[in-house]
C-alpha cells in the first residue's frame, strides 16, 4: 500500500510537473505575447506620436495659408469694389460721350442742311464775319480799359511835371560832404 501512495503520489507528482510545464508554456507563450504586444502597444504610440506631430505641423501650416488666402481675399475684395467703381464710371462716361455724339450728329445734319445752298453759305460767311469783328472790338476795348486804368495809377503817384507841389519841392537837392583830414 506503500507502493501504491507512492505511486499514486508520484502520478500525481507527474500531472503537477506535467501541468505545471502545460502551465509554464502558457505562461511563456503568454509572457512573449504580453511583450511583443506591449512592443506593438509602443511602437503605436510612438507611429501615433509622430502622426500627431504631422498632424499638428500640417494643422499649422494649413492655418498660416488660411490666413494668407484671408487677407488675399480681403486685398482683391478690396480691388474688387475698387474696380466696380471704376467701371461705372466709365459706363457713366461712356453714357455722357453716346449723348455729345449724338448731340454733335444732330448738330452737323442741321449743319449740313443749312450749308447746302449757296445763299446760306454766304448768310453762314456773314454771321462768322461778324462775330469775328465783335470779338476784335471787345479786346480793344478791355486792352484801352486797362491801359486807362494804368495811366490812372500812374498820374495818382506823380506830381504831373511840377518841380513843387503842395508847397514842396519835388526835386532832390544835391548834398555836399566835405571831408577834412584829421591830424
Known amino acids: 500500500m506503500a507502493k501504491d501512495g507512492n505511486k499514486v503520489l508520484l502520478g500525481v507528482l ?4 506535467l501541468a505545471s510545464i502545460f502551465f509554464w ?20 504610440k510612438q507611429e501615433k506620436e509622430a502622426l500627431k506631430t504631422t498632424l499638428n505641423s500640417e494643422i499649422d501650416k494649413l492655418s498660416k495659408d488660411l490666413d494668407a488666402n484671408r487677407v488675399q481675399v480681403d486685398q482683391l ?7 466696380e467703381s471704376r467701371h461705372k464710371e466709365s459706363v457713366k462716361a461712356r ?15 442741321i ?14 460767311f456773314r454771321e462768322v464775319k461778324q462775330d469775328m ?14 491801359q486807362k486804368e494804368l495811366d490812372q495809377k500812374l498820374l495818382a ?5 511840377f ?21
Open 14 to 17: 507527474i500531472l503537477v510537473v
Open 25 to 44: 508554456k502558457d505562461y511563456l507563450g503568454l509572457k512573449t505575447a504580453l511583450i511583443s504586444t506591449q512592443k506593438e502597444l509602443a511602437q503605436e
Open 77 to 83: 475684395t478690396a480691388k474688387l469694389g475698387d474696380l
Open 95 to 109: 453714357k455722357q460721350i453716346e449723348d455729345q455724339y449724338a448731340q454733335l450728329q444732330n448738330q452737323k445734319q
Open 111 to 124: 449743319l449740313e442742311a443749312r450749308l447746302g445752298s449757296l445763299s446760306e453759305l454766304k448768310k453762314a
Open 133 to 146: 469783328r465783335q470779338k476784335e472790338i471787345q479786346q480793344y476795348l478791355a486792352r484801352k480799359q486797362k
Open 157 to 161: 503817384n506823380g506830381n504831373r511835371g
Open 163 to 183: 518841380v513843387i507841389r503842395d508847397g514842396k519841392s519835388s526835386y532832390n537837392p544835391k548834398v555836399y560832404i566835405d571831408v577834412k583830414p584829421g591830424n
